[in-house]
Structures are given as C-alpha cells and as structure tokens.
C-alpha cells in the first residue's frame, strides 16, 4: 500500500523591509507620474513630499518636485529641490542636468555648463553609458 502525504500549502517568502521598502517607493513614484500627466501638479507634489520623506538619498522625488515646481512656474524651488537632490544623492547626474537646464533658461549660463561638466564627471566615473550619453546630448545646451 503507497504511503498517502498531506500536501504542504505553498508559502511564499516573506518580502525584506528593503525588498517592501523599494516597491512602496516605486509605487509612490508611479503615482506621482500619474498624477503629472494628469496636470494634478499639486497632489503629484504631495506624492513625491512623501517619496522624499521616505528615501531622501533618492534623487528620483527630487527631480519630479522640480518638474511640479517648474510646471507651476516656480523657478527658483524648482532650482533648490534639483539642488537638494544634488546634496543628497551625491551621484544625482540627472538633477544636475535638470539644474543646468533651468540655470540656461535665466541666463546663468556660466553655472549651467559648470552644472554639465559635474554631471559630466559623475556619469564618467561611474562608468554609466546611458548617463554619458544624457550628458553628452544635453553639451550641446548654453
């Protein structure tokens, strides 16, 4: 007579905090895009807020509160939201190009490429084809 086993009910792995964390993160940053082209600037605003509140050493909230802030034509918090993602996320190439677009568009274009050239240096060292190439591509700006 064959031995009859129970089968064993499936459970899959609990999730890390660092595996919950980052999708909750990419959740909160879907959103926010959602919210941004749906022209819900302000509620998109109050998503990336709390994106920045949970993980400010990503550069990512930063630079969809300058995109809310340059939207609601507020160039100078949309300067110091790319300037604090810069601070916070010291390989923030994508906020120093977003900086130095908004720097060419007020004149200050001295600070612009200066802004090009770190990013320019950060994608190098990191060794970062795609973020190369963004910086190469955005040389071409005053």
Same mark, same amino acid.
């Given at each position: 007579?064959? !031995?009859?086993?129970?089968?064993?009910?499936?459970?899959?792995? /609990?999730?890390?905090?660092?595996?919950?964390? &980052?999708?909750? #993160?990419?959740?909160?940053? =879907?959103?926010?895009?959602?919210?941004?082209?749906?022209?819900?600037? /302000?509620? *998109? &605003?109050?998503?990336?807020? @709390?994106? *920045?509140? #949970?993980?400010?050493?990503?550069?990512?909230?930063?630079? !969809?509160?300058?995109?809310? /802030?340059?939207?609601?034509? +507020?160039? +100078?918090?949309?300067?110091?939201?790319?300037?604090? @993602?810069?601070?916070?996320?010291? /390989? &923030?190439?994508?906020?120093?190009? !977003?900086?130095?677009?908004?720097?060419?568009?007020?004149?200050?274009?001295?600070?612009?490429?200066?802004?090009? &050239?770190?990013?320019?240096?950060? *994608?190098?060292?990191?060794?970062?084809?795609?973020?190369?190439?963004?910086?190469? =591509?955005?040389?071409?700006?005053?």
């Amino acid at each position: 007579m064959e !031995a009859f086993t129970v089968p064993v009910p499936f459970t899959p792995p /609990h999730p890390t905090p660092e595996a919950t964390r &980052a999708r909750a #993160l990419e959740a909160l940053y =879907a959103t926010g895009h959602w919210l941004l082209s749906r022209e819900r600037v /302000h509620d *998109a &605003a109050s998503v990336f807020r @709390g994106m *920045a509140v #949970l993980a400010p050493e990503d550069e990512r909230p930063w630079l !969809a509160l300058g995109a809310c /802030h340059e939207a609601l034509k +507020q160039t +100078q918090l949309a300067l110091d939201m790319y300037g604090t @993602g810069e601070t916070l996320s010291p /390989h &923030a190439v994508r906020s120093r190009l !977003a900086r130095a677009r908004v720097l060419s568009e007020l004149g200050r274009d001295d600070e612009a490429r200066d802004e090009r &050239a770190n990013a320019g240096e950060i *994608a190098e060292d990191l060794g970062d084809d795609v973020l190369v190439a963004l910086v190469d =591509a955005e040389r071409g700006a005053p």
